[in-house]
């Protein structure tokens, strides 16, 4: 059972974890993508839940660059949203705001 204390910060957890959940859905993707069929049940899933990342970095991407870079720089894109996510965190703490 969590404590109180891990859960007063749930403003923090809730959107890492959902940044987290997606870089590694990401990289199942990157990892399948050349192994699996792209019409099999598992890589629907994985595009279904995905593909808004990667239109949302391929709007910003050049359209000559190959989809498996446009997933690794989706892949940087939410590891830079959780590195500011965690500085503003800290920031806040810093300055006693939380």
């Known amino acids: 059972m969590p404590s109180a204390s891990s859960l007063s910060y749930w403003y923090f957890q809730g959107p890492s974890l959902l940044l987290a959940a997606l870089v590694y859905l990401l990289v199942v993707r990157l990892i399948l993508g050349p192994l699996v069929s792209a019409d099999t049940p ?57």
Do not use: D, E, Y
């Open 42 to 98: 598992l890589m629907r899933v994985l595009a279904a839940i995905t593909n808004p990342v990667m239109k949302a970095v391929g709007a910003i991407t050049p359209r000559m660059v190959p989809t498996a870079l446009v997933i690794v720089f989706a892949i940087m894109w939410l590891l830079s949203a959780r590195i500011l996510l965690h500085q503003a965190f800290l920031a806040r703490r810093l300055f006693g705001l939380s």
